[in-house]
């Protein structure tokens, strides 16, 4: 495989789901780095003791979805009841269209 694919910037990859499927949430993380990409995902990119319910964190959340060319969506009961997630996926869609944007935004979507 070319290298060329794998020269993309750090954290272009922003991972959102519910802390209840965190389980698998890991298994992905893990299979992403092992192709050599670093994701963006809370439990790395929020300093510890914070909690990304804390409006105060949104800044590096937002930071994290308008840094990415890859949004993944773990799409479960939780992750579609949840504000946050709501909220993460809204402005990835608001981002998105943003006219000064130059790079697309691929989704992937998981179903558990």
């Not at 319910?53 to 009841?81: M, R, T, Y």
Request: charged share 25%; proline share 5%; with cysteine.
């Amino acid at each position: 495989m070319p290298s060329f694919i794998y020269s993309l910037r750090e954290n272009n990859i922003f991972i959102c789901y519910s802390r209840n499927n965190v389980s698998f949430v890991k298994r992905l993380e893990q299979e992403i780095r092992r192709l050599g990409r670093d994701p963006w995902i809370d439990l790395e990119d929020i300093p510890e003791g914070n909690s990304p319910d804390d409006p105060n964190v949104w800044h590096l959340i937002e930071s994290g979805i308008k840094g990415a060319d890859i949004f993944v969506f773990v799409l479960s009961k939780d992750s579609v009841n949840s504000s946050r997630n709501r909220a993460e996926l809204s402005l990835s869609l608001i981002h998105i269209s943003e006219p000064t944007r130059l790079r697309r935004i691929s989704y992937a979507v998981f179903c558990l």
